[in-house]
């Protein structure tokens, strides 16, 4: 007998601990439409090419994490390790990009190779927002708000913001020219990992967690120093209209995000409630990139927030089932057809029913209704299939008449009438 395990860094997510992330992602989904953000969908199967030229050859994620092979017709392919890469090769593909700007939003599993840890998988899951097509100060101002808000509904706690600038395109490489020759004289002194990026990701190097290494980073010239006056205005204008939205941030002028891409402002929101900082949402600016991959000059921002970290922040009120309303009683051949015949119709209705399909006594389908909690239930047996009608009864605190009730199959504004009364069912079919 073979005993099949999962992948190591893939989880199965069973029913129960679905219920709490049906319910965050409801909150998010609701979030993104009252914000006027569309969804978008792209294939897991992307072309490896896509990802180094959008990526970048140099980042750890196409150099090290990458799930990467050659399918039949010998063309490398590769399970996508982010979402925006997708989303400007689908923009491009579609010609897209000639309508006026536009908010996406995506949510769905990407995959990296690396060391499976609590609230990071091989297989993980991550929800992605992008706005294509805006320049303007105010849309990084709304996608952080956004990102914030978002977090904020799901009862995260601790939460912290970090933003820095890397500048426009000139800016970055007038500093990678100087930080390059401070590295060729203090590379010895960097741990290895920082030494190996020297050559391939600069700039990954501000962001290392390396003690040592930072200590070191303290003397090493500073990007903000080689920016242009318009990058510093921006920045400082950013400051200023989160300071009048009461949004709290840090500035962190070693936070460069880990992708090639971004521009101007970077930015990631952590939580101490894991009890260290955890990055829940990383995002940043992003001009060059669909212009990178082939198509017209476009400004972009966007963020990500990995949701099986989110998951782990989100308190447990968000694990409460909604229980049954009404479950359904049946024993009979006759019975069994007509209870399946009603609980088709009671699909239509806001509420959740169920169908014993068991075919045992009454008595243990009654168990089995307390068991769930239902709220209500409907009894079809021999003398209800006789008569064409079917009891229903409040199943909880049963008290009065005025609770139960016996309903003819073609009757259904009576039934109407008894869901509104006792379960408060108003948005009737």
Wanted: hydrophobic share 35%; glycine share 6%.
């Amino acid at each position: 007998m073979n005993n099949f395990k999962n992948l190591r860094g893939t989880v199965d997510l069973l029913p129960d601990q679905l219920i709490k992330w049906q319910n965050v992602e409801k909150i998010i989904i609701e979030q993104l439409f009252r914000s006027s953000v569309k969804e978008i969908r792209t294939p897991i199967l992307e072309m490896t090419e896509l990802f180094m030229r959008g990526i970048g050859e140099g980042t750890d994620v196409v150099s090290k994490e990458m799930y990467t092979f050659l399918d039949r017709g010998e063309r490398s392919c590769t399970l996508r390790p982010e979402g925006t890469a997708s989303v400007a090769r689908a923009l491009i593909q579609h010609g897209i990009l000639t309508r006026p700007s536009q908010k996406l939003w995506y949510m769905g599993p990407m995959f990296r190779y690396e060391r499976p840890q609590a609230g990071r998988q091989r297989q993980f899951h991550q929800l992605g927002v992008e706005f294509i097509g805006y320049e303007s100060v105010n849309s990084d101002i709304e996608i952080i708000t956004l990102a914030w808000d978002i977090l904020e509904k799901l009862g995260i706690k601790e939460l912290n913001l970090e933003i820095n600038t890397l500048g426009d395109h000139i800016d970055r490489s007038n500093f990678q020219k100087a930080f390059l020759k401070w590295l060729e004289v203090n590379k010895n002194s960097l741990d290895l990992d920082s030494q190996r990026r020297i050559d391939k990701n600069p700039l990954r190097i501000l962001d290392t967690k390396n003690v040592q290494t930072k200590k070191i980073l303290e003397d090493a010239p500073r990007l903000f120093d080689f920016l242009s006056e318009n990058s510093i205005e921006r920045y400082i204008t950013i400051k200023e209209k989160l300071k009048f939205l009461k949004i709290p941030f840090i500035e962190n002028f070693n936070l460069v995000r880990g992708l090639d891409y971004y521009t101007h402002t970077a930015f990631e929101i952590t939580s101490g409630a894991l009890g260290s900082q955890a990055t829940v949402c990383g995002g940043g600016r992003y001009d060059n990139l669909i212009s990178q991959m082939g198509g017209t000059e476009t400004p972009a921002i966007g963020f990500a927030i990995g949701l099986e970290r989110l998951i782990l922040l989100c308190g447990n009120e968000l694990e409460e089932r909604r229980e049954t309303d009404i479950y359904i009683v049946n024993k009979g051949v006759d019975a069994e057809i007509l209870a399946i015949k009603l609980s088709r119709k009671l699909r239509n209705y806001d509420l959740i029913s169920e169908l014993d399909l068991s075919g045992s006594s009454f008595s243990k389908q009654f168990k089995k209704a307390n068991k769930l909690k239902a709220k209500s239930i409907i009894i079809i047996g021999d003398d209800e299939v006789l008569k064409n009608q079917f009891i229903i009864r409040l199943f909880k605190n049963f008290s009065s008449e005025n609770q139960e009730e016996t309903i003819s199959f073609d009757d259904d504004t009576k039934l109407d009438n008894w869901l509104n009364k006792n379960l408060g069912i108003k948005d009737l079919p």
